[in-house]
């Protein structure tokens, strides 16, 4: 959440995301609007950033119409640990590969499961889950597009969620 006064010849702000403070990502824009003598307050929401680190590092690329840009000061966003297993998939909709990021309680065995709309199984995976955060990346680019669910179960785990593949 950012707020902007005196705004000129402004196209678009991008939201970039880090998670060491050094390699930026852009992950979202937003177009700018008003005039340059109003106070204009944005909103970008990064869902489910905490999956991805404890700190998330953001900036603002400020992209003017004449092609030229200047950076925000970075804001880093710090994130409790999670007492609960969570599951998420980034990004969606998803191209040809899938992030999905899953938080356990415990190190465990899991099945990740890829069903569709219908309730028909597309992929089955066992994963080897540690304690903490996982990354595990899902080869999806053979998948007809549509809307699908990756299920993730396991000893402490029962997650379910909802991507599109595009």
Do not use: C
Request: glycine residues 4%; charged residues 20%; without cysteine.
């Amino acid at each position: 959440q950012w707020t902007v006064e005196g705004q000129e010849n402004v196209e678009s702000y991008i939201i970039e995301r880090s998670i060491n403070n050094i390699s930026f990502t852009p992950i979202g824009t937003v177009a700018a609007r008003g005039t340059a003598n109003e106070k204009i307050n944005y909103l970008f929401t990064d869902n489910n950033a905490a999956a991805i680190a404890t700190t998330v590092y953001y900036r603002i690329k400020i992209q003017d119409k004449d092609a030229s840009f200047k950076y925000s000061n970075v804001a880093p966003v710090a994130f409790e640990q999670f007492e609960n297993a969570f599951v998420t998939v980034q990004p969606n909709p998803v191209v040809n590969n899938a992030m999905v990021f899953v938080y356990s309680k415990a190190d465990e065995v899991a099945q990740l499961r890829i069903v569709d709309n219908t309730g028909r199984i597309i992929v089955t995976r066992t994963v080897l889950l540690t304690k903490g955060k996982n990354t595990i990346e899902v080869d999806i680019h053979s998948v007809p597009v549509g809307l699908y669910y990756i299920d993730v179960t396991g000893k402490t785990l029962n997650q379910k969620v909802k991507f599109i593949k595009q």
